[in-house]
């Protein structure tokens, strides 16, 4: 059972192109939604976070779009550079509580020159 | 900067042998967890810990053990290693704000490739 659906599987965008990834859950309960980049060889690390009661979060070129109602959120990549190439897992938890964080299966982003 | 540090970064192993993954954090986190990685199946969580010698089952804890002695120290256990146990292991700790209980930022280390054969 996968509470997070993510798409897609696989990207490829041209340097300067906009990079959107989306993710979709379903327990009501989740409140917090964070976005991990993991590069090869590397552990993942935390991009950028948003909570339910905001529907937008921007940071630099990095952009958390929050759908409640839909139960949807995704991640744009702006200004797309061969340096974003990484994979990007979206993930949900309950913002409070014993953490237990459930991931997407991830994205791979290739930006090309 | 807080390091979360796997003992290995590539493990080879025959299936039956009972295999010890070993897991460190520097930053007195309270919160420690061990994930596997596969290609279209994403971090599944194998166990967490929020508390030295307390543990809670994950998503997908069969053929798994944990063990939680010291605060730092998170060790995964294979206690007969299978072909399909084959996978990316990724440790990661986070903090926890008191009795808040509120869900922060999860670090992680490298992972640990292990290969059984």
Partial sequence: QQQVKQSPQSLIVQKGGISIINCAYENTAFDYFPWYQ??????????IAIRPDVSEKK?????????????QFSLHIMDSQ???????????????????????????LQVIP | DVKVTQSSRYLV?????????????????ENMFWYRQDPGLGLRLIYFS???????KGDIPEGYSVSR?????????????????????????SLSHGL?????????GQGTRLTVV
């Fill in chain 1, 38 to 47: 993991q590069f090869p060889g590397k552990g993942p690390a935390l991009l």
């Fill in chain 2, 13 to 29: 192993k025959r299936t039956g042998e009972k295999v010890f993954l070993e897991c460190v954090q520097d930053m007195d986190h």
């Fill in chain 2, 50 to 56: 929020y508390d030295v010698k307390m543990k809670e």
């Fill in chain 1, 59 to 71: 940071e630099g070129r990095f952009t958390i779009s929050f759908n409640k109602s839909a139960k």
């Fill in chain 2, 100 to 108: 808040e209980l509120v869900v922060t930022e999860a670090f992680f």
């Fill in chain 1, 82 to 108: 061969p340096g974003d190439s990484a994979t990007y897992f979206c993930a949900a938890s309950r913002s409070w509580g014993y953490q237990k964080v459930t991931f997407g299966i991830g994205t791979k």
């Fill in chain 2, 69 to 93: 002695e010291k605060k730092e120290r998170f060790s995964l256990i294979l206690e007969s290693a299978s072909t399909n146990q084959t996978s990316m292991y990724l440790c990661a700790s």
